[in-house]
């Protein structure tokens, strides 16, 4: 769910992920919003219209996210240890 800071009010509920969220993040721009979930994959939603981007198959839970300082890369770190970039050129909103 996507709650408006200012007034409290739910804005949109995203669905997509078939288990827990384990983080969040927007990109730089703030056009871009990154979920990690339980179900081994991390999917990217257009903060404007809530409309889901891509789903990237992660191999294993990620439990933390985050894009580069110029929203080019999205990297992740899963639970299996590892750490993965995405180059996200290819799937950034517009």
Do not use: C
Not at 37 to 49: C, E, F, G, P, R
Not at 63 to 90: C, E, I, P
């Amino acid at each position: 769910m996507l709650w408006d800071t200012d007034t409290g009010k739910l804005l949109t509920t995203l669905k997509g992920h078939t288990d827990l969220i384990y983080a969040a993040a927007f990109s730089p721009d703030g056009r871009t919003l990154a979920t990690a979930s339980q179900d081994n994959t991390v999917k990217l939603w257009s903060a404007h219209s809530y409309q889901l981007l891509m789903t990237l198959n992660n191999e294993t839970p990620a439990r933390t996210l985050a894009f580069s300082h110029d929203g080019r890369m999205l990297v992740t770190g899963g639970f299996d240890g590892q750490v993965r970039l995405w180059y996200t050129d290819a799937f950034a909103a517009k």
